[in-house]
């Protein structure tokens, strides 16, 4: 079993940036392929980014390319969201995910999530 745990989120103006991370344990992420997805109040988990076990091939979705990034620390078992220049349209709950198989922008092909971290985007 792995164990996912968010962390970063809080309260921001627009314009402003949050770092998100999500420690793994229970196991090593290395072998696994991770994403963030996102979920507001009265609508779907939508996704978010996702990297691969390498962190060598990295997809956004088009409403936050160019200004989150997606990475990770497998020594340190860690996922990692940058986010710039939020937007209110960001406002939501935050999860990491991870998965065994190919990493698609599905959250039904996922494993593994964490517990959420709430991200609210004043304007």
């Known amino acids: 079993q792995v164990q996912l745990e968010e962390s970063g989120g809080g309260l921001v103006q627009a314009g402003g940036s949050l770092r998100l991370s999500c420690a793994a344990s229970?196991?090593?992420?290395?072998?696994?392929?991770m994403a963030w997805f996102r979920q507001a109040p009265g609508k779907e988990r939508e996704f978010v980014a996702r990297?691969?076990?390498?962190?060598?091939?990295?997809t956004y979705a088009d409403s936050v390319k160019g200004r989150f990034i997606i990475s990770r620390d497998n020594a340190k078992n860690t996922l990692y969201l940058q986010m710039s220049s939020l937007k209110p349209e960001d406002t939501a709950t935050y999860y990491c995910?991870?998965?065994?198989?190919?990493?698609?922008?599905?959250?039904?092909?996922?494993?593994?999530w964490g517990q959420g971290t709430q991200v609210t985007v004043s304007s």
């Open positions: 995910a991870l998965t065994a198989g190919w990493p698609s922008r599905s959250p039904n092909d996922y494993n593994y």
């Open positions: 229970g196991r090593t992420i290395s072998i696994y392929n």
């Open positions: 990297i691969n076990t390498s962190g060598g091939t990295i």
